[in-house]
């Protein structure tokens, strides 16, 4: 299975055109400013740190939860 991957970030305008197109799709929004941070020190394209899996899977989880994917608790 492929580990996850960076494939946006951005701050200022190219955050909020980020969100934006996310919201156009109705791609759900999760708010972690800590991991927000985190991510932003890990190349665009490179694989996400082990250490953030941990967070990661609870923001995915939170996705499939949101679009009904799975069932919430």
Known sequence: MPVPRVVAKGRGDSGAAILALAREHGVPIEQNAALAEA???VELGDDIPEALY???????????RA???INSP
């Open 67 to 69: 679009t009904g994917k």
């Open 54 to 64: 941990r967070a990661v899977a609870e923001v995915l989880v939170f996705i499939l």
């Open 39 to 41: 991510l932003a020190q």
